[in-house]
C-alpha cells in the first residue's frame, strides 16, 4: 500500500554530482524518517545515510562531507545529494522510508549509479 519510486541515477564523471529522489505515495500520511543504502558489485548492501524523526542525521565515514539527505515533507520524497563522486561510489542505491502511520519501513527499487570516466 506503499510505493517508493527511486529516480536521479545514472553515469557521472568523477567529481560529479547526483540527486537521488525517493518519492513516497500511496498509504502514506507522512515520512517518520528514512535512509539510503547501496549495494556496489561484489559487496554487501550498506548504510550510506540516515534522516532521523527529528531531522538529525548521520553518514557512512565514507561519504562525509561529500553527501546529504533531506526529506520534503510536503512531498512525502526523501532526497541523497551526492557532490564530488569517486569510482568507488558505483552501486545501487535503494531508499529506506518508515512512514509515520506505519509500524514497519519500505524499501525502493533502487537506482544504478555509476561514476567513471
Known amino acids: 500500500q506503499v510505493q517508493l519510486v527511486e529516480s536521479g541515477g545514472g553515469l557521472v564523471q568523477p567529481g560529479g554530482s547526483l540527486r537521488l529522489s525517493c518519492a513516497a505515495s500511496?498509504?502514506?500520511?507522512?515520512?517518520?524518517?528514512g535512509g539510503w543504502y547501496r549495494q556496489g558489485p561484489e559487496n554487501q548492501r550498506e548504510l550510506v545515510a540516515l534522516?532521523?524523526?527529528?531531522?538529525?542525521?548521520d553518514y557512512a565515514d565514507s561519504v562525509k562531507g561529500r553527501f546529504a539527505i533531506s526529506r520534503d515533507s510536503a512531498k512525502n520524497t526523501v532526497y541523497l545529494q551526492m557532490n564530488s563522486l569517486k569510482p568507488e561510489d558505483t552501486a545501487v542505491y535503494y531508499c529506506?522510508?518508515?512512514?509515520?502511520?506505519?509500524?514497519?519501513?519500505?524499501w525502493g527499487q533502487g537506482t544504478q549509479v555509476t561514476v567513471s570516466s
Open positions: 534522516i532521523s524523526t527529528s531531522g538529525r542525521t
Open positions: 500511496g498509504a502514506i500520511a507522512s515520512i517518520s524518517s
Open positions: 529506506n522510508v518508515q512512514p509515520a502511520n506505519w509500524r514497519r519501513n519500505f
